[in-house]
C-alpha cells in the first residue's frame, strides 16, 4: 500500500524558509515522479512541482518559480520541497503525491502539512 | 495558461444522479482526471484517462469527455457522495498540471 506522509509545516513570517518533506514506502520510490500541490484554505488544488524519478529534472507553477525547489533522496525514499522568500499567498496545505498509473495522474496523495506564513 | 471551467456548486438527492462537468478548451483531446475531496481529507482519485476507475473506485462513478466539456457522473447518490470534486489535465504543450475549479456536491 502506498504510503505519503509530509512534515515541516509551520507558521513563519513573511519572507522566511521553510523545508517540507514527504517520506515515502509501499512502492519503488525511484521509479516514479513526484509532486507538490497546495491548497490555500477554502480555495482549490493548486499544482506547485514536480521532479523526474532521478531527481535531474524539475518543472514549477510560475507563482513560486525561483523561491520554491523541489528535490528528492531516493536512498532515504524522501521527496523534499524547499520554500524561500515566503509571503502570505503561500498559505496552504501543501500534498506530495504521485505520478504511478501515469505521468499525468496524481493517483495518490499524502494527508498533507500545513504552512501558514503570518506577520 | 490554460483553465478548466467547473459549476461551483451541484444538489442532489439520494439515490438520484449527479452531473458534473469541466470545461475547457478542446478538453476532448487531453487526458482528464477527477477527484474527490472530503471535508478535512486528502484529494482522491476516483477517475483517470477520461473514463477509467481506479481500484476502489465505486462503479457508480462514470467519465466521458469530448469537444470542449468532460463530465464525471455519480449514479444512486449517497451521502458518503458528499464532497468537492476536481477536475485536472496535464498540459503537455506547457508542461503544466491544471486542475478545475472545483465543484461542490452537496447530497439533499
Known amino acids: 500500500e502506498v504510503q505519503l506522509v509530509e512534515s515541516g509545516g509551520g507558521l513563519i513570517l513573511p519572507g522566511g524558509s521553510l523545508r517540507l518533506s514527504c517520506a515515502a514506502s509501499?512502492?519503488?520510490?525511484?521509479?516514479?515522479?513526484m509532486h507538490w500541490v497546495r491548497q490555500a484554505p477554502g480555495k482549490g488544488l493548486e499544482w506547485v512541482a514536480r521532479i523526474n524519478s532521478e531527481g535531474t529534472s524539475t518543472t514549477y507553477a510560475d507563482a513560486v518559480k525561483g523561491r520554491f525547489s523541489i528535490s528528492r533522496d531516493n536512498a532515504k525514499n524522501t521527496l523534499h520541497l524547499q520554500m524561500n522568500s515566503l509571503r502570505v499567498e503561500d498559505t496552504a496545505a501543501y500534498y506530495c503525491?504521485?505520478?504511478?498509473?501515469?505521468?499525468?495522474?496524481?493517483?495518490?496523495w499524502g494527508q498533507g502539512t500545513q504552512v501558514t506564513v503570518s506577520p | 495558461s490554460y483553465v478548466l471551467t467547473q459549476p461551483p456548486s451541484v444538489s442532489v438527492a439520494p439515490g438520484q444522479t449527479a452531473t458534473i462537468t469541466c470545461g475547457g478548451n478542446?478538453?476532448?483531446?487531453?487526458?482528464v482526471q477527477w477527484y474527490q475531496q472530503r471535508a478535512g481529507q486528502a484529494p482522491l482519485l476516483v477517475m483517470y484517462?477520461?473514463?477509467a476507475r481506479p481500484s476502489g473506485s465505486p462503479v457508480r462513478f462514470s467519465g466521458s469527455n469530448s469537444g470542449n466539456t468532460a463530465t464525471l457522473t455519480i449514479t444512486r447518490v449517497e451521502a458518503g457522495d458528499e464532497a468537492d470534486y476536481y477536475c485536472?489535465?496535464?498540459?503537455?504543450?506547457?508542461?503544466?498540471?491544471?486542475f478545475g475549479t472545483g465543484t461542490k456536491v452537496t447530497v439533499l
Open positions: 478542446n478538453i476532448g483531446g487531453k487526458s
Open positions: 509501499g512502492f519503488t520510490f525511484s521509479g516514479y515522479w
Open positions: 503525491a504521485t505520478n504511478i498509473l501515469d505521468y499525468g495522474i496524481f493517483d495518490s
Open positions: 485536472q489535465v496535464w498540459d503537455t504543450t506547457s508542461d503544466l498540471y491544471v
Open positions: 484517462n477520461d473514463n
